[in-house]
C-alpha cells in the first residue's frame, strides 16, 4: 500500500499551488482525527487525504478526468487495487461514474472535503486570518447564511449524520480541532 510519504511526494510532484497543497492537507488531517473518531487506520485515511485532488492541477477543466490521472499514477507505482484506490475512484462518481461510496472511509472523505474549505473561508473572513481564533460558534453563524461560501455543498457534509453517525456540531469542531492544531502547515 502506498506510504504518506509516497503520497505527499506524489502530491508535491503534480501539485504546485500552494493553497491547494494547504487543502489536502487539511484533508489529511481531518481524514487522520476521523480515523481515531471511527476506528480506522490513521495512515491510510490521512494518505487518501492527501491524494484526493492530486490531479486537480490538471483536470479542473475536464471534471471527467479527476482522479483518474491520481489511479495512473499509482498504477504505475504497482497500487492496482485496495481500499485508497477504491476511495479515489468514488470520489469523482459524479463525473467519472468509476465506484459509488462505501464504507466509513469513503463517506469520511466525501463529508469532510467540502468542511476543510468552509473553516478555511470562515478563517480568512477573521481581522487577523488565523484558525486560532475561529469558534465553532462562528462557523455554525456563516453555516446558516446561505451566501456566505455559497459555492460549499452544506448537504454533502451534513450527511457526516447519517452516513457516520457524528452529529454536524461535532464533526464540525473535530475538523476545527485538528486544522488549528496543524495550523502552521496549513499557513493560518
Known amino acids: 500500500m502506498i506510504t504518506k510519504n509516497q503520497a505527499t511526494e506524489l502530491l508535491h510532484e503534480h501539485t504546485k499551488n500552494q493553497n491547494l497543497r494547504r ?21 491510510m485515511w ?15 477543466d475536464t471534471p471527467n ?17 485496495g481500499p485508497i484506490v477504491h476511495a479515489l475512484m ?4 459524479k463525473h467519472t461514474g468509476l465506484a459509488e461510496l462505501e464504507g466509513n472511509m469513503e ?21 487577523d486570518k488565523k484558525l486560532a481564533t475561529v469558534e465553532l460558534s ?7 447564511n446561505k451566501a456566505f461560501a455559497a459555492a ?3 448537504n454533502q457534509i ?10 454536524l456540531d461535532e464533526f464540525i469542531r473535530l475538523t476545527l480541532q485538528v486544522m488549528q492544531e496543524n495550523h502552521e502547515t496549513l499557513g493560518l
Open 23 to 43: 487543502h489536502m492537507y487539511a484533508v489529511g488531517f481531518a481524514m487522520r482525527a476521523l480515523a481515531d473518531r471511527l476506528g480506522g487506520d490513521g495512515e
Open 46 to 60: 490521512e494518505t487518501l487525504g492527501l491524494l484526493h485532488d492530486a490531479d486537480w492541477e490538471e483536470t479542473k
Open 65 to 81: 478526468e479527476h482522479t483518474k490521472h491520481t489511479l495512473d499514477w499509482l498504477r504505475k507505482m504497482g497500487e492496482i487495487d
Open 90 to 93: 468514488s470520489h469523482n462518481r
Open 107 to 127: 463517506w469520511a472523505l466525501e463529508t469532510v472535503d467540502e468542511l476543510t474549505g468552509f473553516i478555511v473561508a470562515v478563517a480568512l473572513m477573521r481581522p
Open 138 to 144: 462562528s462557523i455554525m453563524k456563516k453555516w446558516k
Open 152 to 154: 460549499v455543498d452544506r
Open 158 to 167: 451534513a450527511q457526516c449524520e447519517e452516513k457516520l453517525g457524528i452529529p
